[in-house]
């Protein structure tokens, strides 16, 4: 299956399956093409799958097979709905899997289409949609409540005034069916009265200076420099808070000799003494205090030998040492101090 295939639809085409046959067919992608796969679906899919991959026993050959070509169906009928619609997905499916499998795959697609009223209000905040809702009439709130999932109908419903709250569970229980020209009309507008308060799907989860710093911090050290001297220029502040967040090359001096020395076993003595080249005498006193003293004599000697080398190789050297920083602290090995972090238990 192709990696284009993975990146057209496959988080809902995955969900379509279900729980269990989406936990097949992670299972038989391998890898690095389930967690291409499961970057697009939600946090609580991604656990629900998760859960069912460790549950799952023998899987036969028999249903492997079907659950990837399923997977290839619903992937591939995405794609022609991208492409062209609906009807021109229809007709492309029909050609290839004839009509009564193209008509169960767009129902399919049909079905995840239709969206439920109010989601919107998923993106709202708990307390002011609380405060905002109870101006409402009783009978628009038992409708926006019936919509919602009962947690959190049950929470806004709590936090009704209590008069509010038996005429408002009343309405919802005698509420029989409701126009959904109606109800388009209620939730266009409330969507447009909380229009302010409603917070952003993406931007408020995706941005920030964390996520800044772990790509800077992944990138090779001409373009880290690049980034850091151009957040310089355009922000000094936010500069200031990036550079104390990640660590360079020179901020080796603040590990303790015990990191040195982990850090140490784990590069190549090449690498070291190329990373070595042109770094403050500090930088270098660290690196050979924590060297036996022969060994410390034989790498300054391989950093005098390497005579004039081009600075690229240098930071290109210097990167793969906070490489191997960064892999120890992840797994625990060693401790990083960065920015304001002073806070130790002895």
Request: hydrophobic share 45%; charged share 25%; glycine share 6%.
């Amino acid at each position: 299956m192709s990696t284009t295939m993975l990146t057209a639809g496959s988080g809902s085409a995955v969900m379509q399956l279900g729980v269990r046959k989406a936990a097949v067919l992670l299972i038989q992608l391998g890898k690095d093409r389930a967690a291409q796969v499961m970057s697009h679906l939600s946090d609580s899919e991604v656990e629900a799958i998760s859960a069912e991959i460790a549950r799952l026993d023998a899987v036969t050959a028999d249903e492997s097979s079907k659950v990837l070509n399923e997977f290839h169906d619903l992937v591939t009928a995405h794609a022609h709905v991208t492409q062209g619609g609906f009807g021109f997905a229809q007709q492309l499916l029909e050609q290839s899997l004839g009509p009564e499998r193209a008509k169960e795959i767009m129902d399919r697609l049909h079905a995840a289409a239709v969206q439920m009223p109010f989601q919107f209000l998923h993106r709202a905040d708990p307390a002011q949609l609380r405060g905002f809702i109870a101006d409402e009439h009783p009978q628009v709130i038992a409708l926006v409540l019936a919509h919602m999932p009962a947690d959190k109908a049950s929470m806004l419903l709590g936090g009704l005034p209590a008069h509010q709250q038996a005429v408002v569970a009343h309405r919802i229980a005698v509420m029989d069916r409701t126009s959904p020209e109606i109800v388009r009309i209620v939730e266009g507008v409330l969507e447009r009265k909380l229009s302010s308060m409603l917070q952003p799907a993406e931007v408020s989860q995706v941005g920030g200076v964390d996520p800044l710093v772990n790509i800077i911090n992944r990138s090779d050290r001409p373009t880290e420099r690049q980034i850091v001297e151009g957040l310089e220029g355009l922000d000094p502040s936010l500069a200031d808070e990036v550079k104390s967040r990640m660590f360079m090359f020179e901020d080796i001096v603040g590990l303790d000799d015990r990191s040195v020395q982990q850090v140490l076993r784990q590069v190549d003595s090449a690498e070291l003494a190329l990373a070595l080249k042109g770094v403050s005498e500090a930088v270098r006193s660290k690196i050979t205090t924590n060297l036996s003293e022969r060994a410390a004599e034989n790498l300054l000697e391989e950093v005098e030998l390497l005579g004039a080398v081009r600075l690229a190789q240098v930071e290109e050297a210097q990167q793969g040492v906070i490489r191997t920083i960064r892999k120890l602290e992840e797994q625990g090995v060693i401790t990083v101090r960065r920015g304001n972090d002073e806070e130790f238990v002895v």
